[in-house]
């Protein structure tokens, strides 16, 4: 399956810092990415899917404000955290989907964002 | 809205014992697949089920899709302290977006 590829794996700031977080394909160029948000021991819960040159579709209740995506090239989509808060840590998880809706979907190792 | 019920949420048992975890819904899915998940990574693919009524194996883990593609289960047999981890099942949903409909999560800690 395909390779994906997130950095950084874990990062710690200050708040009203606002954080990066990167998302690589490296075997598969994606048109579609999907990011999502977990807490402890809980499933995952989508945010918003990011759609190569054009805007993302976010989930209810997300704040696309908050959550910039930004999806350039086949291989590359962003998520910045705007303005972090306390409340914004969480482990974050990027995936790709390779093919059509049917495929399964493969998952980068996850970014833990702790906001002091 | 599609929803998958995932039960139990957590289970603590000792090496050897047989476990089965469900995914139930009202909704029909068009595949479902399982991961599996280690503290501080990303879910891994375990299999993926297309067919009402397939059962798929993995080792000692048996993945069945229900006939009206509504629910699945995961049984694993002989479990091993190296099965501990969060087992989540994800629906396909019918809008062809690639959108995966999420259960809660099943964490799964086997004593040796």
């Known amino acids: 399956g395909a390779v994906v590829s997130q950095h950084p794996s874990w990062v710690i700031c200050k708040s009203g810092t606002s954080v990066k977080i990167e998302c690589r394909s490296l075997d598969f160029q994606a048109t579609t990415m999907f990011w999502y948000r977990q807490f402890p021991k809980q499933s995952l819960m989508l945010m918003a899917t990011s759609n190569e040159g054009s805007k993302a579709t976010y989930e209810q209740g997300v704040e696309k404000d908050k959550f910039l995506i930004n999806h350039a090239s086949l291989t590359l989509s962003t998520l910045t955290v705007t303005s972090a808060h306390p409340e914004d840590s969480s482990f974050y998880i990027c995936?790709?989907?390779?093919?059509?809706?049917?495929?399964?979907?493969?998952f980068g190792d996850g970014t833990r964002l702790s906001i002091l | 809205t599609q929803l998958l019920e995932q039960s139990p949420q957590f289970l603590s048992i000792q090496e050897g014992e047989n476990l089965t975890v469900y995914c139930n819904s009202s909704?029909?899915?068009?595949?479902l697949q399982w991961y599996r998940q280690e503290p501080g990574e990303g879910p891994v693919l375990l299999v993926t089920?297309?067919?009402?009524?397939e059962v798929k194996k993995l080792k000692r883990l048996t993945f069945q899709f229900g006939d009206a593609r509504k629910d699945s289960s995961l049984h694993i047999t002989a479990a091993q302290p190296g099965d501990t981890g969060l087992y989540l099942c994800?629906?396909?949903?019918?809008?062809?977006?690639?959108?995966?409909?999420f259960g809660q999560g099943t964490t799964l800690q086997v004593k040796p």
């Open positions: 909704s029909v899915f068009s595949s």
């Open positions: 994800a629906g396909a949903g019918s809008s062809n977006t690639g959108k995966l409909i």
């Open positions: 995936s790709i989907m390779e093919g059509s809706g049917d495929q399964p979907q493969h």
């Open positions: 089920v297309v067919t009402g009524g």
